[in-house]
């Protein structure tokens, strides 16, 4: 099955795609942080992405569509993706419409994370991470149980990302409602779109997105 999950920056689609991939064994895929992983080594797409993400805007097309292209043609891809921060724009879209096709597979479903501003902000300002492993925190929603201890590798050290200041929140924000919100109309007009409350807490959003991917495998 391949899952798309869109919405704003903060919006909980990484939080809700590692809960997935534990729980139905489907692989994450996430732009934001393959993109961050080439700009960490220094590779020559690194390289270009740099200054674009921390500036909050988006990579170009080609470059994006490149790296997803080729992800999914590895094995591990066979069963299932969770597809987060992609596609995210109209090109990025029928890129990905293109790739299925020629692969003969199918969009399982497309959710909206839908999350008011002043929250994505609040969440987005209060976000970090363990330095180590990578496992999320945040200073208000989710403290490790032991402070200053890594819930999952026991690591000391945390870390914040650059484009989660404030002045590039906004700027972010401006990008996602531009070139990403039309995705929305896109995917509704393709009947595959299902919205999920991404105000609740994060186990009910957990539980509705449960509910969809349920009832498109005939569960429910
Ligand atoms: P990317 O890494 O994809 O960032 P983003 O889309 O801005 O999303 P975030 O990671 O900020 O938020 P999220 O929705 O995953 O929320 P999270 O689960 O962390 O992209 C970064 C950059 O890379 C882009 O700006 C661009 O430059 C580039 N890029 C990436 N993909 C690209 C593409 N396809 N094309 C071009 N450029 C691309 O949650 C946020 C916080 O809220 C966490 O602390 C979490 O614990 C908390 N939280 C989550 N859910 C809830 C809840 N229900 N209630 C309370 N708190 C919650």
């Keep these: 099955?391949?899952?798309?999950?869109?919405?704003?920056?903060?919006?909980?689609?990484?939080?809700?795609a590692k809960e997935l991939a534990a729980?139905?064994?489907?692989?994450?895929?996430?732009?934001?942080?393959?993109?961050?992983?080439?700009v960490a080594v220094g590779t020559e797409i690194g390289v270009k992405a740099k200054s674009i993400m921390e500036s909050g805007g988006l990579v170009p097309d080609e470059i994006v569509i490149g790296i997803v292209a080729e992800r999914l043609e590895q094995p591990d891809c066979r069963n299932g993706v969770i597809l987060d921060g992609f596609p995210r724009t109209l090109p990025q879209a029928s890129a990905l419409d293109?790739?299925?096709?020629?692969?003969?597979?199918?969009?399982?479903?497309?959710?909206?994370?839908?999350?008011?501003?002043?929250?994505?902000?609040?969440?987005?300002?209060?976000?970090?991470?363990?330095a180590r492993c990578g496992e999320g925190y945040h200073d208000t929603f989710k403290l490790?149980?032991?402070?200053?201890?890594?819930?999952?590798?026991?690591?000391?050290?945390?870390?914040?990302?650059?484009?989660?200041?404030?002045?590039?929140?906004?700027?972010?924000?401006?990008?996602?409602?531009?070139?990403?919100s039309p995705l929305l109309g896109y995917y509704y007009c393709k009947g595959n779109l299902r919205m999920v409350d991404g105000m609740a807490p994060i186990d009910e959003v957990s539980g509705a997105i449960a509910g969809i991917l349920d009832s498109i495998e005939g569960k429910a």
């Design 1 to 16: 099955m391949i899952i798309i999950l869109l919405g704003p920056p903060g919006a909980g689609k990484g939080t809700q």
């Design 23 to 38: 729980r139905r064994g489907l692989v994450q895929l996430a732009t934001g942080d393959m993109l961050r992983a080439a």
């Design 98 to 130: 293109a790739v299925l096709k020629k692969k003969r597979r199918t969009l399982g479903a497309v959710i909206e994370l839908k999350v008011n501003d002043k929250a994505l902000v609040e969440r987005i300002s209060g976000r970090f991470s363990c």
């Design 144 to 180: 490790p149980k032991v402070s200053g201890v890594c819930d999952v590798c026991q690591g000391t050290e945390f870390i914040r990302r650059k484009d989660d200041a404030p002045e590039t929140v906004r700027d972010r924000l401006l990008v996602y409602y531009r070139d990403t």
